[in-house]
Structures are given as structure tokens and as C-alpha cells.
């Protein structure tokens, strides 16, 4: 047996260097399945299958906040020491702030922007992550008026220290901090907990964990269970906690509960469905992959049917002659994967963009063993499938009309039918990946095309922190800095709490005040912002009623809001917003809730993101309300790159310690909230576009084939004084009875599957009939575009040639 392999092998050896062209198409076209197979199965692996970069991983659970029947993420400080003193099935239970916020380092070798996550002392140590350096926060350092200390990343403690060891014990000044704080730890270069951060500070029990903040949800838990513990017992006792919780504290606590998920499935479970779609995608051109070269081996068969004859007539078994040309198709495969192998490594840097796991931290770094097997069981798979189809052929041969003359020249009804029915597959298969591809497409563009009630056209953002602690002195610097930008030729300046689409958080609750305060159904969150007078017409948001927001809304005077018109409807249905009252929780962290008088009413934002659903939102004035970190919006003709070095110039004048990010277009915000949306649209539009090629080409060799196995006829029909236009459009009818087929199958598999696309679509339905029609006449003009040259052939056949070589 292994004399025979090795014979076929060395046999397929010497014809893939006999006819390397065919070689080189057939490689050619299974390197783009594998490799597009290989790219996404790493991306699954690193996902989905491979453990995650912590000690233990399995033992690891987040705790996500229930209210009723709806769940989110964070909780409150108070709920987190409750669950984490009470529940004895957890070793650990650890916090991290929902979100990274913003600080500036100053002094040292000069001002830089750093990205800052405030986490509770044992977080590292929960997850079982060990620093570079140093050592991990102390217990007592994460108490009321423990010492100033952080721990920062390697890439921050090289770029201002040199190297993790010598930024130990070392003092960096933050602007959100009121004292310098000493770096006690460094983390590794590839630690990432849910966001990216340069510095960790501490949160410290008993500062911000009074009563009042169990209405505020800014913690994230993450749990690590003692050995031996299940997660079914873990959250008994965490129920039982919650009914006490619930029972202790009603105004808050009534319908709140907490469920334990393993940190895994929390982190990777929303991805794995579009995971599975895109592997499912490039499964199936792969599949046309195969079938194409399938295609090319049985037509390949033809010439070879005299020898194969040969060796059957001299003892050779069926079994024997399907076992070469089955290892030949695996001899070609196996350059094929190495190739596509080589190809993965490439698309490995989009894929992650595509889906949206670059942001979870998620990168398929080079090749490793699990994705080299895969590599390799996957070309072997595809020599194997790819082979199929003409071992099957040659197992069926007859030798009597196979040794006789015309042999090499003719083919059987059975094989004529077999590439059609390949063809017919190809078809089916590249109309339902169009017909995603479409899905998206379309849903895309009208993502794209979503009003976001702002103008974001010629709009900039530049973000500033203050180090001014005074409420005077902040807005003694926002003044001057509005001035000092409304100076600059055809400049409109505004300063705001958050960015539009950038800065998602803060929504506390508000309720109007003629309801029960003490009716939680009564309470909604909505998103407050703080603006600066003229806010609104620098972004393009318009005044629907009542006034703007003015500097003699200060403290000390009536606080005021401008609310939107979503905030309206819900608030006062049916009633005149302007005068009446609101109550809000929250601002300024308050023991009590704030009465604000509504003076103006706005248009309707997209102010947390371009897809999510317009929120009610509540705009107060600076003057009232202290802004920490300043984010300027400006409306002007001038470039980024200019308004960045004129606010640097302006800073360095007057305060040389505050760092100045580069200026940002407000359009390249919002086009990085879409961009996972467009690259996998764009991604699936690729793997499409590489399908309908394999399609085109699979029905042009079926024609081409067809119009040569036919010379002799279509030359005597010539001869006789048949008409050129009715042998083109034979042809063209011959595909039709292909493409027409493989249509029908790729449309009811379509409307069959779309609908597990639902949850990817905006404003589409999944049996969109723009879609189907256009992608289903994309085909038919590919199917026509392949036929046209052998129809031309064919209808060019000399009568003469064709019968004198016949």
C-alpha cells in the first residue's frame, strides 16, 4: 500500500510539472478558501476556544445586574462590598469601573494624556495576572485615606521612566488626583481587562460608596470562585443576598438582582454569532472552491480517459485508479494550503477589525499549532472533496469505448452532467453569500445615512483636562479658552461634558416632579450633558422652543435645564415642557435630588451611538455645574492639523502643563462607531465578490467544454446553413439551464437562512426584496458575461476545420 501512495504521489509529482498552468489555477483557487478558512478559524481559537490570558480562567465569573427581566453590566458601589462580603462561594469578587476616562501627567519629561481605570484593590490578584514590577495594590491602600498609589502599564513606564524596574517607587503628578502618587506595580505589555489603560488608581472603601450612590451603576464585578465551588452554587447565595438586598433597601434595591456568568461566555458570547456567519461564509467558498477544481479535474479526466483505459485493461482496480486521482488532487491541495496558510497570516489583521473583537483585545497573533492542524486538515479535506468527483468517474469507465478511436475526444452524458450539477452547486451557494452581503450592504448604507439630529460636517473636537480644583479658576479657564479659539477666523467654540457618539456614559435618574419620588417607575435615566452657552448652534442641534442656556444661569440662581424632544414627550405628553420641573439624582453626586426648572426644548440626538435608539437628554450650564475634563467643539473651515497646533501654541503660552490631544473630526467619530459594521459588510462583500468569480469561471469552463465536445456537430449545422445567432443562443440557453436552476436553490436557501441575520440588520428586513432582486440580476449578468465568449466561439466554429479534425 504505501509502495502504491508513493508511486501516485511521485506520478501526480511529474504531471503538476508537466502542465504547471493547470497546477497553478488549481493552487490558485483552493489558497483563497484555505487561507480565508485558516484566517477565521484563528480568529475563532483565539475567541472562542482558546482559555482565557488568566490563571484559571474557569473559575473566573462576571456578575451582570438583573432589573426584571433585563440585564446589564455595571453595578453599584455598595451592591459590589454587599455581594462581595456576604457571598462565601466567591475567593474574590473584584470591581473595575465601566470605562477608561482620561487624566494628564505633568512634570517629568513633559505632559501626556493617559487612559485611567479605577479597580478595587484585588483585581489584579482575581484575575491572577502578575505585574512586571513591583507589586499588586494592598489591601489597606483600598481603604478611606489609604496613600495615593497606581499601577501603570509597561508601555507607560518606559515612556517616562525608561524601563518597568526603574518606575517602581517613582511619583507622577495626575490631574485626577489632588497629590502626586507613587507607582507600586507595572503591569505586563499584553494585560487588557475589557478597555485598554496606561494607569490604574484605586478605589478606596468608604469615599464614594455612601447610601446615595446604590442608585449609580459604574462597577463592573468580576468574580473568582473558591475551589471546588459551582456556578449554580455561587448564584443561590447570590440570590440570597439580592432578597436581602431587595428587602433592606426598596427604593433601590426592589427589582434588582445579579447573575453570575462565566467571564468567557460574558466576554466572547456576543461575538460567536457573527463568528460562525463569517466562518460559515468562507466555508461555502471554500466548498466552491472545491467544486471549481473538481470541475477542472473531471474535464482533465477526458484527455486522460484512453490511459486510464490502459491501466484498467493491464489489472488495475477501480479502487486503484480513484486512490491516484485522488492523491493527485491531495498533492495539489497540500501547496494550495501552505499558500493559503501564508494568505491567513495576512487577513488575520482585518479580521479582528471586522468583528469588533480588536476592541475586546482579541488578535490572532501568528500561527499556532491548533491553526497549523487546521491548515493541514483543511487541505487534506479539500484534496480529498476536490478528487472526489473524478475518482468517481474513473471507477465507472469502459474500457471497449475508452480504447477504441474518438476515446479522447468525447464525453459521456453522465459527465457532462456531473461538472452541471458542480456548476448548479456553485450558483446556489455564491446567491446566498450575495444575498448577505447585499443585507449588509444595504443596511450599512443606511446606517450611514442615519440622521443624527447633529451636524457633524466641518465639525471638530479637541479634549483638554484643567488641573484647577477651584470652581472660579475652571471657569476662569473655560472663558478665556472660548475666547482665545473664537478669535481664530471663522471659528464657532463650544465647550461640553461629552462628546457625541465618543463619550456614551452618564445617565442618571430624572423623573418630572409632579410624580412620587418614591415611584421607581416613575424614574428614567437619561443623559445629562453639560454645555457651554451656544452649544447648540455650533453643532447644529435646533432650538425648538424656549431659550438657551446663558452664562446668568450660575450658581446660586434657579437651576435650569434644556431638555430634548424625546425628554419631552415622555416627561409632559401632550403639555407645554417650558416651566415645568424635573428632579434628578446624581449631579454632583448629591444626597438628595435636584429640582430643575426646563427653559428650552432641542431637537433630538444620536448622542450615544449611530445605531442605538434616540435617549432622552437633559442639558445643564458649566456655570452651575463644574466641568472636570473639557472637550472643545469647534465649527470651522481650518483643518485638524491646524486648529491642533494653534491650541498647542495656546496652551504652551499660558499653561505649558496641559497636554492637548490631536484635534478630531467629528465625521472620523462617527465613522469609527460604524467602522465594524462597514469592514464586515465590506468583509462578506469580499468573500461574495472572490464566490462570484469562482461561479463565473466554473460556468465558463462547463461552456467552453460544452462548445468544444460539440464542434463537429455545430460545424455540420453550420455547413448545412444554420444561422449564427441561433447556434449563440443555444449556448446561451445551455446556461441558462445552469444558472436558472442555482438561482431557484440560492433563493429558497436564502429566505431559508437570512432571517439568523436579523440581529445584524438596521433598518433592512432579512427578506428585503431590493436585495434579492438586485443580487439575483448581479448573477444573471455574471452568468451572461461567462457565456458570451463561448457562445462567440461556438458561433465562430469554421465548418470546414471542425469536420476535417473530426
Known sequence: MLSALLSDVRLAWRSMRRQSAFAAVVVGTLALGIGANTAMFSLIHAALLKPLPYDTPDRLVLGFRTVGSRQALLHSAPDYYDYREQTPGFESLAASRGGSHQASISGGVGPEHVAVMQVSYDLF??????????????????????????????????????SATLAIGQMLSLSCMTSPSTVVGVMPALYRFLEQADLWELARRGEEDGPVTRRYHNWVLVGRLTPGSTIDAVQRQVDVVTTRLQREYPLTNKTKGMRVVPLHDA???????????????????????????AGLLVARGIARRSELAVRASLGASRGRLAAQLITESVVLAVPAGLCGLVLSVWLQRLLPIATGLADSGVVARG???????????????????????????????????NLGPGGRATDSRGGARLRSVLVVGQVALCLVLLVGAGLLLRSFGRLAATDLGFNSGGLLVASIDQPFRDDDARLKFQAELRDDLAGMAGVQATLTSHVPIRHPAGDPPMWPAKRSATDLSAQFPVLARIVAPGYFQTVGIPLVAGRDLTAADRRGTAQVMVIDEHMAGEFFPGENPIGQHVMAMGMDMGTAPRDFEVVGVVGSARLNSVAGNVQATAYVSPYQFGMGRINVMLRTPLTAAAVTSTLRRLMAAKHPDIPVEPVVPMDTIVDEALLSRRVIAVTLGAFSAMALGLAAMGLYGVLAFYVTQRRHEIGIRLALGADQGVIRRQVLWHSALIVGPGIAVGLAASLAGARLMTRFLYQVEPTDAVTYAGVSLTLAAAALAASAWPAWRAARVNPLVALRGE
Do not use: I, Y
Request: with cysteine; proline share 5%; glycine share 12%.
Open 125 to 162: 490578584a482575581t484575575l491572577g495576572v502578575k505585574p512586571v514590577a513591583g507589586r499588586w495594590f494592598a489591601a489597606h491602600e483600598g481603604r478611606a485615606g489609604g496613600p495615593n498609589v497606581v499601577m501603570v502599564s509597561d508601555g507607560l513606564a518606559r515612556r517616562r521612566f525608561g
Open 267 to 293: 466576554l466572547m458570547g456576543s461575538q460567536a454569532p457573527m463568528l460562525l456567519m463569517l466562518m460559515g461564509a468562507v466555508g461555502m467558498v471554500l466548498l466552491m472552491a472545491c467544486a471549481n477544481v
Open 367 to 401: 500561527v499556532e499549532w491548533p491553526v497549523l492542524l487546521f491548515a493541514l486538515a483543511a487541505s487534506l479535506v479539500t484534496g480529498v472533496l476536490s478528487g472526489l468527483a473524478p475518482a468517481l468517474r474513473a471507477s465507472s469507465l469502459h474500457l471497449a469505448a
